[in-house]
Each structure stands twice: as C-alpha cells, then as structure tokens.
C-alpha cells in the first residue's frame, strides 16, 4: 500500500442522505485508514468545522454498522486500508 502524507480536505458526506458503513473482515479504526467525525458538525458550518480540533475515533469490528448523517463532517486519514460496505439512503421529509 502506498503511503499519502497529504491531508484531506474535511468533508460533509452529502446532506440529506443515511450512511451505513458495515466492517467486513477486520476491525476498522484510525489506526488503520477509518476516518474520524466532528461530533455535532451536521449543525455547524464547514468553516466552524475547521477549526474545531475535536475529533472522534470511531471503531467497528466485524459485522458491526455505524449509522451517520449526511452532513455530518468527516476527517479524511492521509494513509491506511481496510475493507467495508457502504449503503446510502436518502431522507424522507
């Protein structure tokens, strides 16, 4: 795997949509390429965001699906691997 030492820029996933990510075969981490959230940032603007130096680790194991709003704002990671499924859903009014 080819290291990237550039950082992401951060980004809202796409408002108005569900996200599931479901781990398929190891656990899925920072530690190994899963990307970090802001906690709250589907309220804040993305310019709040960057500057905001909160960031949460999220980890799933195999089988395990996490849920997210698509506008919450994620933060890329500059290098890792892992392998998982993606459903999105769009949101009823």
């Known amino acids: 795997m080819e290291e990237k030492t550039e950082q992401l820029p951060l980004v809202?996933?796409?408002?108005?949509?569900?996200y599931f990510y479901k781990a398929v075969e190891n656990e899925l981490s920072s530690e190994v390429g899963f990307f970090k959230i802001i906690p709250n940032s589907d309220k804040m603007s993305t310019g709040k965001?960057?500057?905001?130096?909160?960031?949460?680790?999220?980890?799933?194991k195999p089988n395990q699906v996490l849920v997210i709003d698509g506008g919450t704002i994620i933060d890329w990671?500059?290098?890792?691997?892992?392998i998982a499924l993606l459903r999105m859903f769009e949101k009823h009014k």
């Open 12 to 18: 809202r996933l796409g408002p108005g949509w569900l």
């Open 77 to 82: 990671p500059t290098t890792g691997g892992g």
């Open 49 to 60: 965001a960057q500057r905001t130096f909160e960031r949460v680790s999220i980890s799933l």
